[in-house]
């Protein structure tokens, strides 16, 4: 087998674990947002902020998910609720859907922020809300 076909089959293997989270990630945010920023992202004018076409959402990875472990305004925190893989599924799936092209994020990214925050790990099962 030539270097080719092993870094196609390679290539391929990465996509096809990054649609997977997608899809996971649309799933949790079916479950954790949807309500509020809506299915669409686009979220209800006056009180929830939109995250179709949203600059902050496709900015640094770090400040996004600082959001989700921490909340933000009326947003609560979902430190608790999902762990760092189910948050970096859904900023992934938030990043590159309704027109944001945002790089995705690992649960390792996530993880990195939940420590150098000081934020407890989650206590749960998978797809679990305490909200």
């Known amino acids: ?15 096809a674990l990054a ?9 949790l945010f079916a479950k954790n947002c949807a309500a509020c920023h809506q299915p669409t992202g686009r979220g209800i004018p006056g009180a929830f902020p939109a995250l179709a076409g949203n600059t902050f959402v496709q900015g640094a990875p770090g400040e996004v998910a600082t959001v989700l472990l921490k909340g933000r ?18 900023l992934t799936y938030v990043r590159s859907s309704w027109g944001n092209s945002a790089p995705p994020m690992s649960g390792q990214d996530v993880g990195s922020m939940r420590a150098a925050l000081g934020v407890a790990p989650a206590s749960h099962g998978r ?3 305490k909200h």
């Open 19 to 27: 649609h997977a989270d997608a899809m996971d990630g649309k799933s």
């Open 1 to 15: 087998m030539s270097i080719r076909h092993v870094f196609a089959a390679a290539l391929a293997a990465c996509t």
């Open 127 to 129: 797809f679990g809300n």
């Open 73 to 90: 305004g009326g947003m609560p925190d979902f430190s608790g609720s999902l762990d760092d893989d189910e948050i970096a599924q859904v």
